[in-house]
Each structure stands twice: as structure tokens, then as C-alpha cells.
């Protein structure tokens, strides 16, 4: 797990997410543009579960303080319309309690189902 103060990937670690953006590791692609990649999680908690990223590889924190955060949102929101149409939730987790298992910054697009109340 990650810390939430970790900043940009160092150039000798993996990044799951990155391959996905260069090509080189499989996604099912919901969205690209030249800022932003939407994909299926590969994990299935809940019947939709999108992760929705910048393409550039940041952390966390300056994923949500950043510039892109407000275009990011836009896209995540529409994904969720489009996919989950009775409600979704839209989350992000930080740090090691937050359960933050990937160092780039990205947004969590769940529903499908009932999602009941919060943790």
C-alpha cells in the first residue's frame, strides 16, 4: 500500500496503470482522451467497478489538487450516468487505511447494485 504523501512513480517501480496507458498490460478501455484513460477494474466487488485516471502517471494527492481533477470528475460522473443508471458512487482511497493499493492517483466508479450504507 501506498502513503498519501507519495508523490510521482520513480522511474525504476511498476506501475500497473502506466502499462496500461503505453500499451503494454490488457484493459477494457471505457474512455481516452490525451489526459484521461476510463477502465474496467479487474476486480468485481460490484457488478460495474471503472477506474477512471490521468493518464500521467501522479499520485493521489496531486491527482486531486491538480487541474485535471474538475474534467476527471466530469468524465467519471458520465461514465456513472451511462453504466450504473439507478445510482453510483464515485470514491477515492488514500493511504494505507484508506486501502490505496496502486500509487497512481485515480477515481473508483461503483453501482450496479444496491451499494448500502458506508463503512
Known amino acids: 500500500m501506498t502513503s498519501p504523501s507519495s508523490t510521482s512513480q520513480s522511474s ?26 476510463a477502465i474496467v477494474n479487474r476486480l468485481t466487488w460490484v457488478p460495474i467497478m471503472l477506474l477512471v485516471m490521468p493518464r500521467r502517471h501522479m499520485s493521489q494527492l496531486e491527482m486531486w489538487s491538480s487541474g485535471i481533477m474538475t474534467r476527471l470528475g466530469d468524465v467519471a460522473a458520465t461514465l456513472g450516468c451511462m453504466y450504473c443508471p439507478n445510482g453510483f458512487r464515485i470514491l477515492s482511497n488514500f493511504g494505507y487505511d484508506g486501502l490505496q493499493s496502486q500509487s497512481h492517483g485515480h477515481v473508483h466508479v461503483i453501482g450496479g447494485q444496491f451499494l448500502g450504507h458506508y463503512a
Open 12 to 37: 525504476n517501480s511498476y506501475c500497473v496503470f502506466c502499462e496500461i496507458v503505453a500499451g503494454r498490460e490488457p484493459a477494457r478501455i471505457r474512455y481516452l482522451d490525451n489526459d484521461l484513460i
